[in-house]
T-cell receptor, first 113, second 111 residues
Framework: NAGVTQTPKFQVLKTGQSMTLQCAQD?????MSWYRQDPGMGLRLIHYSVGAGITDQGEVPNGYNVSRSTTEDFPLRLLSAAPSQTSVYFC????????????FGPGTRLTVT | GENVEQHPSTLSVQEGDSAVIKCTYSDSASNYFPWYKQELGKGPQLIID?????GEKKDQRIAVTLNKTAKHFSLHITETQPEDSAVYFC??????????FGAGTRLTVKP
């Protein structure tokens, strides 16, 4: 199993540009989530999904959109990038839709200038 | 909103010593408390977790204790080794699907 994969590993955007961060898992996990990690702030949940077609907001959802058309994929869209979205983004998945062990991807480092 | 406080932010110990990291949480309904280890340039990886119906759990050199009354839980690493050097995060569940993470502790084990 490849586990949780994320692309790209690094990305630089200009303010106002849009992009999609890709996330895929091959473990048939129902639960998937997106976090951002900023220095001194730990990981903060952006959006999550408990199955195909079902998404919900986390702690910091503003400026981000998600969709879940398949069990495997959970892309994160930045509609109009802002410098405040400079961060490291992690995708994670879990077998259970209830709180349980999450498997994290390797992360995407995004810089918005 | 609900949050998790983690202390200390940095911890340096001598190889072979013990390390203790403490977290407090605010949501009395939290029932799942994982600890993650993050090495440089990688995603976090679960090292141990505990549910609210258990007060203590141990896995070799790692143990976690939970005090639901006081709303705090701790990670204990005994006989530390240089490869234990990493950033450690605690977390607490919020509702069925949400998680709140602490800010992290950078542990350095000096040989």
């Amino acid at each position: 199993n490849a586990g949780v994969t994320q692309t790209p590993k690094f990305q630089v955007l200009k303010t106002g540009q849009s992009m999609t961060l890709q996330c895929a898992q091959d473990m048939n996990h129902e639960y998937m989530s997106w976090y951002r990690q900023d220095p001194g702030m730990g990981l903060r949940l952006i959006h999550y999904s408990v199955g195909a077609g079902i998404t919900d907001q986390g702690e910091v959802p503003n400026g981000y959109n998600v969709s879940r058309s398949t069990t495997e994929d959970f892309p994160l869209r930045l509609l109009s990038a802002a410098p405040s979205q400079t961060s490291v983004y992690f995708c994670a998945s879990s077998y259970s839709v209830y709180a349980s062990e999450q498997y994290f991807g390797p992360g995407t480092r995004l810089t918005v200038t | 909103g609900e949050n998790v406080e983690q202390h200390p932010s940095t911890l340096s110990v001598q190889e072979g010593d013990s390390a203790v990291i403490k977290c407090t949480y605010s949501d009395s309904a939290s029932n799942y408390f994982p600890w993650y280890k993050q090495e440089l340039g990688k995603g976090p990886q679960l090292i141990i977790d505990i549910r609210s119906n258990v007060g203590e759990k141990k896995d070799q050199r790692i143990a976690v204790t939970l005090n639901k009354t006081a709303k705090h839980f701790s990670l204990h690493i005994t006989e530390t080794q240089p490869e234990d050097s990493a950033v450690y995060f605690c977390a607490a569940s919020i509702g069925n699907n949400d998680m709140r993470f602490g800010a992290g502790t950078r542990l350095t084990v000096k040989p």
